[in-house]
């Protein structure tokens, strides 16, 4: 949405204070699109090295070593994929909520929006691939 302002000295002070408020409405949902790919970036950290460590511990086990306490670093893996899977879903639910209540009318086709849908998808599926080869 390109907001481009009529002369100053067109506009009455009704029609800046409109133009003011869409400005302000623009930089929040902008703001919540940051906070957004925070989230993702954070997110795809944990579960892709909770994925690496069972990974590396799999193929140790796969190859015949046999590590002291093997569990605690697994269940570390699992614990940082299903960590960063909830904070995936929270903070797209967040996001949600967030754009409903600034934009009601507006659709939710931010690209940072449907990359974070890929990512909760994405990392449920990993957590439960992972959590049913464990158990």
Known sequence: MALTPPSPSVMSSSEMAQFNTRLAVERTA????????AWVRTALSMISFGFTIYKLLEG???????LR???????MGLFLTGLGTVAMVMGTIEYWARM?????????????????????????????????RAL
């Open 30 to 37: 902008m703001a919540a699109d940051r906070s957004l790919m």
């Open 100 to 132: 409903r209540a600034l934009l009601p009318t507006r659709p939710l086709r931010q690209p940072s929006f449907v990359m974070a849908l890929i990512m909760s998808a994405a990392g449920l599926f990993i957590f439960g691939g992972i959590l049913l």
């Open 60 to 66: 140790f086990a796969q190859a015949g070593d046999h």
């Open 69 to 75: 306490r093997a569990s605690t670093p697994r269940d």
